[in-house]
């Protein structure tokens, strides 16, 4: 699932020269780079600008650690994918775990996971956990507790299409046993709530106007955007237009909310 796209703003504190070069030639096919070289700057910008994701190295020009940033962005948009950027060397390495405590999604390590369709996969990856993370915390104290690993696999994974016998063979039951337990939780059916953990992720991207259904529909491995019109509408008997009126993202985990205690019939 892409998160980031044309049109959408990259915000990143780097302030190297040259890595900014190379970072904008390969962002630019992603989304809109805008660098900054402190924390005041990344932070104005984040807060004037609708980010798909921000990028930080470990330290800013002054050579403060970024450790606060990351804590005051996730606390402030919790939404947001944070990734930090950094090299592999000894140093560096000792700095990460206090990022990712921080409220970091993942590392993008220089020459590595900076390059071609490991960017691309990167961003996408750290933007739908964020994602399946926010969804999840509004969730969880709906389900019984033996069934959250299976919603929690549905959101992490319904950024692509993926079946019931996925799910199943994931958690290691039958498809069957996954069947009978979501009945006797309340539950959607498995395939209901494979649909709309598709649909959350659709609306997360739709909640970006610039971004087309159909657009929507090609990062999700829809067929095409008529099958995410029609899942859309038979599900919440929204368009897409009505679903970013009603909150998008929201209104969605609202609905799921409802059907948890009502579940739609498959």
């Known amino acids: 699932m892409i998160m980031v ?58 050579g403060n650690t970024t450790v606060p940033l990351v804590q005051m962005l996730r606390r402030d948009y919790p939404s947001l994918p944070i990734l930090a950027y950094c090299e592999l060397t000894p140093d560096q390495v000792k700095e990460i775990p206090a990022l990712v405590r921080a409220g970091a999604d993942g590392v993008l390590l220089k020459g590595i996971d900076d390059v071609g369709a490991a960017l691309r996969g ?3 990856r750290s ?8 969804a999840l ?17 549905c959101l992490r994974h319904a950024y692509r ?8 063979g994931a958690l290691g039951v039958h498809r069957k046993t996954l069947c009978n337990r979501a009945i006797e939780a309340g539950l959607p059916t ?33 067929g095409s955007g008529a099958a995410l019109r029609n899942m859309l509408r038979r599900y919440t008997g929204l368009r897409p ?9 929201r209104f969605v985990i609202t609905m799921l909310q409802s059907q948890i205690a009502h579940p739609l019939a498959d």
């Open 241 to 249: 237009s009505e679903l970013r009126q009603r909150g998008g993202t």
């Open 137 to 153: 915390q509004g969730l969880r104290r709906f389900i019984p507790k033996v069934e959250e690993p299976v919603l929690a696999y």
């Open 190 to 222: 498995p395939s209901a709530l494979i649909s709309w953990c598709r649909l959350l992720h659709a609306a997360r991207l739709l909640d970006d106007g610039g971004r087309s259904v159909e657009r929507t529909a090609r990062a999700l491995g829809f």
């Open 5 to 62: 796209g044309p049109g959408s703003v990259i915000g990143l504190l780097v302030s190297d020269a040259d890595l900014r070069a190379r970072l904008r030639a390969l962002l630019e096919p992603l989304g809109v780079p805008h660098f900054t070289a402190s924390t005041a700057e990344l932070t104005e910008a984040v807060a004037t600008h609708r980010m798909g994701t921000v990028i930080v190295e470990l330290r800013d020009s002054l």
């Open 161 to 168: 299409p993926i079946t019931v016998s996925e799910v199943a």
């Open 122 to 124: 990167t961003l996408s």
């Open 127 to 134: 933007a739908s956990d964020r994602v399946a993370d926010e």
